[in-house]
């Protein structure tokens, strides 16, 4: 429920799934789900990045970490 807006049926995982050229990562702390980010093509050279970060979660740092991190997979791992 808290982040809805990502989990709902038809929300944004459910969109980004199964599209190609999509990576979906879970962030985890102490084993605990504390947010998603995913990146997907959208042309060459463009990708889409998005971010949730569960709101019990939220100040402590979570959501540059996640960033940096899928961010630095798309430029490093992916070669976007």
């Not at 038809?10 to 599209?19: C, F, M, S, T």
């Not at 979906?24 to 947010?35: L, P, R």
């Not at 980010?37 to 740092?61: C, N, Q, W, Y």
């Not at 940096?68 to 791992?77: D, H, I, K, P, S």
Request: hydrophobic share 35%.
């Amino acid at each position: 429920e808290p982040m809805d807006y990502a989990l709902r049926q038809g929300g944004w995982l459910d969109e980004y799934r199964d599209k190609t050229d999509t990576w979906i990562y879970i962030a985890e702390f102490n084993n605990q789900t504390v947010g998603f980010s995913l990146l997907s093509l959208t042309s060459k050279g463009d990708a889409e990045f998005r971010i949730a970060v569960h709101p019990d979660h939220t100040g402590m740092g979570f959501g540059p970490e996640i960033t940096m991190n899928t961010l630095q997979a798309g430029f490093c791992e992916l070669g976007m």
